[in-house]
């Protein structure tokens, strides 16, 4: 059984920044690749960034060079360091898992969810 859970949103300023969290439990760390989606409100999940077995990392252009997706294996636990935070970021948070390999980053990809973590930007 693969149980993920998530900790870390709230609510900051334009500007500000978030580290979001992520433990893994049961056979999570199994998986081949795990990742971080969100998903406003009227919008489709999308992927945000993603992290493989090796430690390669993918990252959705919207977030790119602002935002730090990381793993550390002893604590079977899942990062993502958000800085330069924008409005548009405001969403709810996920993290995810997956048996594919690489670092997916379409929802279709992955097979385990977390219940998801609130992240509000205001300006």
């Known amino acids: 059984q693969v149980q993920l859970v998530e900790s870390g949103g709230g609510s900051v300023q334009a500007g500000g920044s978030l580290r979001l969290s992520c433990a893994a439990f049961g056979y999570a760390y199994s998986m081949s690749s795990m990742g971080w989606f969100r998903q406003a409100p009227g919008k489709e999940r999308e992927g945000v960034a993603a992290i493989d077995s090796d430690g390669g990392t993918s990252y959705a252009d919207s977030v790119k060079g602002r935002f730090t997706i990381s793993k550390d294996n002893a604590k079977n636990t899942l990062y993502l360091q958000m800085n330069s935070l924008k409005p548009e970021d405001t969403a709810m948070y996920y993290c995810?898992?997956?048996?594919?390999?690489?670092?997916?980053?379409?929802?279709?990809?992955?097979?385990?969810w977390g219940q998801g973590t609130q992240v509000t930007v205001s300006s």
């Open positions: 995810a898992a997956s048996g594919w390999v690489g670092y997916p980053m379409r929802p279709y990809e992955y097979n385990y």
